[in-house]
């Protein structure tokens, strides 16, 4: 029913969580849309590409490293706003799944810091600067991140990005416009 602020199935909440708004059954309160303006605030406020030490490594596109250590700094803001607000209503329930999601690759990204201060990457040698050309740092990066980063931590990594990134922000970022018709 239109205006309240309680969105309950256990098959998938954040889908119907969307789908509540899309048809107005779910009508964000004052609270909850000061509460997502806020945390979207925090998360402008972390530096860009922030969590690992060398932004002269900063390519076009993150690093699963830099990714993981994204979603954690996600989980972490996430987590500020929710001690605040307590209660079942969506929007705590969005930044709910925010820290659940991006918290659990907390032990990753602490084990990717730690080995990124004891083995960054080095520079290009010139071989590489010849063949790669303006890619050749994001390319050291890359080999360096894919020997780190498993290929199952790389699934997780990506569907985690899917998750908080494409259905729970954007489902806010929906609220906080009121846009309703996606």
Known sequence: MPGTTSVRSMTD?????????????????????????????????????????APEFAGPEPSWAQRACHLVALADVAQ?????????APMTVLLREVVRVGGSFRALADELRGLWQ?????????EQQRLWGEQAMQNVLRQWDLKRVSETDRGRIEQADG????????????????????
Do not use: K
């Open 13 to 53: 909440p954040i889908a119907d969580i969307g789908q509540a708004l899309n048809r107005h059954e779910w009508l964000p309160t004052a609270d909850e849309l000061q509460l997502a303006d806020a945390f979207f605030a925090g998360v402008q406020a972390l530096p860009q590409r922030r969590l690992l030490p």
């Open 80 to 88: 500020g706003y929710l001690e605040a607000a307590g209660g079942e």
């Open 118 to 126: 004891a083995d960054p990457p080095g520079q290009p040698t010139d």
């Open 163 to 182: 998750d908080i990134l494409m259905r729970v922000l954007s489902t806010m970022q929906a609220a906080l416009r009121g846009d309703t018709s996606w």
